[in-house]
């Protein structure tokens, strides 16, 4: 099983950018399509992006379509999420998570792997 490990995040103000990171290790990272979530406090789990197996697909939430750039490095066992123009509802604790296969995946439960989250949190 993949373990995930994220980091990046932090305090930013509002029209500010963040990279988030996520390294794997364990199993084959190319194996795998990738994707961030993002959970506010008193929120359901949020699909932020998602990514396949090779880099040449991904798919957003509508919420993040056009600001948020998701991408990866297999031969850094890496994946990334490129935050820009962020807002205040963007802050959550973001996880980066493996699904099961190659293809894209948005549903939760379709991924097997999890990271322990990294806060952002956007001032206004």
């Known amino acids: 099983q993949v373990q995930l490990v994220e980091s990046g995040g932090g305090l930013v103000q509002a029209g500010g950018s963040l990279r988030l990171s996520c390294v794997a290790s364990?199993?084959?990272?190319?194996?795998?399509?990738m994707g961030w979530f993002r959970q506010a406090p008193g929120k359901a789990r949020e699909f932020v992006a998602a990514i396949d197996w090779s880099g040449s697909g991904t798919y957003y939430g509508d919420s993040v379509k056009g600001r948020f750039t998701i991408s990866r490095d297999n031969a850094e066992n890496k994946v990334y999420l490129q935050m820009t123009s962020l807002k205040p509802e963007d802050t959550a604790v973001y996880y980066c998570a493996a699904a099961g296969g190659e293809t894209i995946r948005t549903m939760g439960l379709d991924f097997g792997s999890w990271g322990q989250g990294t806060q952002v949190t956007v001032s206004s």
């Open positions: 364990g199993g084959t990272f190319s194996d795998h399509a």
